[in-house]
């Protein structure tokens, strides 16, 4: 994966590139490069659309399943992405003392969890409901908020809280 150096344009949200030939491949990974610039430590995350589109640009094309978690501070200010889990096409086991340890590693208040889907269908399984209650019952123990649980496709993302699956 070839990286750019984008630099700041002079007009607001506009940036320069260090090539004149840009490819496909070359503004998708410019692409990828800007959600992760936007999901850095600090962002405030008030928007739940902004953080699907972020997170749909940056999982949408794996091939296998990745469990992530945004951890964020008590006015919903990232403190980082964390890809904790690694599975296979269609799953990917997910142990919650893992995340407990990674969330008071961090001091995070709360937490947005996110998985995505190889298939493309961001629809959430039975599986995704029930680890969802799982990671919200154990982290609530430590007062640890879940926020969502977004689960990422390859045309879309669904959030779980906006759709009171939480």
Known sequence: MRYHKLKVGAEPGTYVMETSIVTEHDILTM??????????????????????????????????????????????????????????????????????????????????????????NPEPSQDDINITKLLKDTLGLISVRVVDHIVVGAEHCTSMAQRGML
Not at 76 to 100: C, D, K, Q, Y
């Open 31 to 120: 692409a990828k490069q800007l959600s992760r610039k936007r999901l850095t430590k600090g962002r405030c995350l008030a928007n739940p659309n902004d953080v699907k589109d972020h997170l749909l640009t940056l999982y949408r094309d794996y091939e296998h399943e990745v469990f992530a978690i945004l951890l964020l501070d008590n006015t919903h200010r990232l403190i980082g992405l964390h890809e904790l889990f690694r599975g296979t096409i269609n799953s990917a086991v997910v142990h919650p003392r893992e995340v407990v340890k990674l969330v008071l590693q961090h001091n995070a208040a709360a937490a947005i969890l996110m998985h995505n889907h190889p298939s493309g």
